[in-house]
């Protein structure tokens, strides 16, 4: 049985996207062939002027009422997947008119939906169009089209309400996929699920600086006009963590970054005096610090974005098993702002990590090798 899914669209732009793409969505085994050939079954999306057209075959039939509903279904897959290349393309915002599916029996079917796609995506946090086209290969690339499109999931959500969930979510999702598939991280141990380990190996790796430009500009520009919110929302998370002396140095990944850029080193004195009550240098609570100190350094920049995500850490985990009940129920969370300006950070970072994925890097791993040839 034939499908088509027609989806209508309205963007103000003189650029007209035309475009074509196959669409994997399942790997086929002959077994009656001696060498067991494989084959790629896949559905064809053009992009025209104002429209989406997919196309496939079936061999059984299809519920066109249904097959586009469950979460894991390759027809609702394939929609998203259009539309997330199409926000990227534009980079404006997209009147989505209308979703309608086909079938060759004269059957018709309008799929409703949500705009989701109606503010404008800056720049900064667009995927390179290279990057996307891996999810529509779900098959000859399947660990890469599904980091890619968990980011794209949370990209379009986090423009409309700038939510920490959806930037963490997007920012879980790359650093899992470096620490698991990264030449230099995969064979770091065999928990790749723990965050610390995951985002501490991922942020001390040789150049990633290069990589992550935009996100340590951001995180720059937050210290600088932000320096005291940032000492406060250390200092409560000290407290509610109740965190011992001997314990600092740990929890702030001191031993991991051994941080020296000036600014963080300045907060770090401040917190332990006003928490701590103690003048540094003492080796128990940070170690190696006066010489770190005394430098001055204005370089190591990185380190901004270091703290801020262990920081990030820290509210991730808050918010998935915090408070019994909500404490922002009537009154405003008086950190919401602030909250907003690091997950953008955090969003960013992910961004950034996703168009600086190259070939070279995942070597080892494969992933970048179609299935058919590895």
């Not at 720049?123 to 290279?130: G, I």
């Not at 002396?245 to 300045?266: A, M, P, S, W």
Request: with cysteine; glycine share 2%.
């Amino acid at each position: 049985m034939n499908f088509e899914v027609i989806i209508k669209y309205n963007v103000d732009s003189n650029e007209v996207l035309e475009k074509e793409f196959n669409f994997e969505y399942y790997k086929h085994v002959n077994n009656n062939n001696e060498d067991k050939k494989e084959e790629i079954l896949s559905d064809t999306v053009v992009f025209t002027k104002d429209q989406i057209v997919i196309k496939g075959s079936r061999m059984n039939p299809i519920d066109i009422k249904n097959c586009w509903r469950t979460k894991r279904s390759n027809y609702r897959r394939c929609i998203l997947s259009s539309l997330f290349y199409l926000y990227n393309y534009y980079k404006n915002s997209i009147k989505i008119e209308s979703i309608t599916i086909f079938d060759d029996l004269e059957n018709k079917e309008t799929i409703p939906f949500i705009q989701e796609f109606d503010l404008t995506l800056p720049a900064s946090f667009s995927v390179d169009l290279s990057k996307i086209e891996y999810i529509f290969k779900t098959i000859s690339f399947p660990e890469l089209s599904e980091a890619v499109y968990r980011v794209l999931h949370n990209q379009a959500q986090f423009v409309k309400n700038k939510d920490f969930y959806f930037a963490y979510k997007s920012f879980n999702s790359m650093y899992t996929f470096y620490y698991s598939y990264h030449n230099q991280l995969m064979d770091i141990g065999d928990d790749n699920t723990a965050d610390k380990v995951a985002i501490t190996s991922l942020l001390k790796l040789p150049g990633i600086e290069s990589s992550l430009e935009e996100s340590i500009s951001l995180a720059e520009k937050f210290f600088s006009s932000k320096f005291d919110e940032m000492r406060r929302l250390i200092y409560v998370w000290l407290m509610n963590e109740n965190v011992g002396e001997t314990q600092f140095q740990g929890v702030i990944c001191d031993r991991d970054f051994h941080y020296q850029n000036k600014t963080v080193l300045k907060l770090i004195e401040q917190l332990t005096s006003s928490f701590y009550n103690i003048t540094l240098p003492k080796n128990s609570v940070i170690s190696k610090f006066t010489k770190r100190n005394n430098a001055q350094s204005d370089e190591y920049k990185i380190n901004y974005l270091q703290l801020l995500a262990i920081y990030a850490v820290y509210r991730r985990n808050k918010l998935l098993h915090g408070d019994h009940v909500d404490p922002t129920f009537l009154f405003p969370d008086v950190n919401a702002d602030i909250l907003s300006e690091i997950a953008e950070i955090i969003f960013q970072t992910s961004v950034d990590l996703v168009n600086s994925i190259n070939e070279t890097d995942f070597e080892k791993s494969k992933i970048m090798v179609a299935t058919a040839k590895r």
